[in-house]
């Protein structure tokens, strides 16, 4: 059974820091490229940050210089070390498994249906 289990999330002050994890079992880590997506109420879902197999990393502009996503393969675990958290950063993050493809000059990734049920971020200013 494919699985996924975020935790880390809080209550953060506005500059404060938090690190996500996302342990994975079954087969999911293989071959995968893994992502930190987050939803807001009332917003749609939004692709934070994603690595690739062999480690390439890519970001949102609202994050670059804040949030490294990194991942431990012996481990089957991702992580998303955030710094500087702003109130704007307050929301349900989640992980997920899936691909990661270059071209256009550009590292582009898609989701598959691998999700863990989130972990709640909350930064108050």
């Known amino acids: 059974q494919v699985q996924l289990v975020e935790s880390g999330g809080g209550l953060v002050q506005a500059g404060g820091s938090l690190r996500l994890s996302c342990a994975a079992s079954?087969?999911?880590?293989?071959?995968?490229?893994m992502a930190w997506y987050r939803q807001a109420p009332g917003k749609q879902r939004e692709l934070v940050a994603f690595i690739t197999l062999f480690g390439t990393t890519n970001y949102v502009d609202s994050v670059k210089a804040r949030f490294t996503i990194s991942r431990d393969n012996a481990e089957n675990t991702v992580y998303l070390q955030m710094n500087s958290l702003k109130p704007e950063d307050t929301a349900l993050y989640s992980c997920?498994?899936?691909?990661?493809?270059?071209?256009?000059?550009?590292?582009?990734?898609?989701?598959?249906?691998?999700w863990g049920q989130g972990t709640q971020v909350t930064v108050s200013s």
């Open positions: 997920n498994a899936g691909q990661a493809a270059y071209y256009r000059r550009s590292w582009h990734y898609t989701a598959n249906d691998y």
């Open positions: 079954g087969s999911i880590f293989s071959g995968k490229a």
